[in-house]
């Protein structure tokens, strides 16, 4: 019997630990961990390498054809054959990611790629609009949400691990912008999807979101961890 494909979608805002979590579930699960937010800061980071502007569509839209971003087991993301992992997470791709992700003919590119990968094996995918847009039909939606001032203190620390040099001043104010922006745009806005589950994490450690995703996953598709 062929082994069922399951797609699972976490939303949420930046730094509100998606990500961490994602990762986490997918490797509890054995399923495939989707890092949607690096795939538009690895193209961000195309962007200002090649001189251009990221505020400016008609810029930007130039290097979709061509563009090709690969995220390796490892964590690591190839942008057209060079390995950026670090660079996509510096303040001048975090000050301008939205602004990219906002420009539709960039979405849809990356979309068809995140779907295609989605079609192939069990996934696990966090973005901004997992359930409402790239996978509508996805069997299990979690919108993680968590105070400005928490998601700033865990980005700030995440950016000290890395060895980013950041006020958490600085942090704060990204994070803000990047609400508005996310919500605001007019195409695929930052919203939960009607049948999201809410998760507020402002109050749990890593551990607790993880096993409150993870009752979520099981109640609805009647998976468990692979412990």
């Known amino acids: 019997m ?45 962007v200002i390498k090649k001189g251009l502007d990221p505020k400016v569509e008609s810029q930007a839209i130039t290097l979709i054809e061509g563009m090709t971003i690969e995220l390796e087991d490892d964590g690591r993301v190839i942008c057209n054959g060079e390995d950026v992992s670090k660079p996509i997470r510096e303040p001048l791709v975090s000050g301008n990611v939205s602004y990219i992700a906002a420009m539709k003919p ?23 609009d997992i359930g409402t847009y790239v996978l509508p039909d996805a069997n299990v939606k979690i919108f993680q949400i968590a105070s400005v001032e928490t998601r700033a203190i865990r980005r700030y620390e995440e950016n000290l691990s890395k060895g980013i040099n950041t006020s958490l001043e600085e942090v704060e104010e990204d994070v803000r912008k990047r609400d508005y922006i996310d919500s605001h745009r007019d195409f695929a806005p930052l919203k939960p999807a009607s049948d999201s589950v809410l998760i507020d994490t402002s109050y749990m450690d890593i551990d607790q979101v993880v096993d409150a995703v993870l009752k979520v996953i099981k109640d609805k598709t009647g998976v468990e961890a692979c412990h």
């Open 106 to 128: 960039i979405r849809l590119a990356l979309v068809e790629m995140q779907r295609a990968m989605a079609n192939k094996k069990s996934v696990v995918m966090d973005g901004r």
């Open 2 to 46: 062929e082994e069922k494909i399951i797609s699972v979608a976490i939303d949420g805002p930046a730094a509100a630990g998606k990500s961490t979590v994602a990762k986490r579930v997918a490797k509890l699960l054995g399923f495939t961990y989707i890092d949607t937010g690096a795939m538009y800061r690895a193209f961000t980071y195309a």
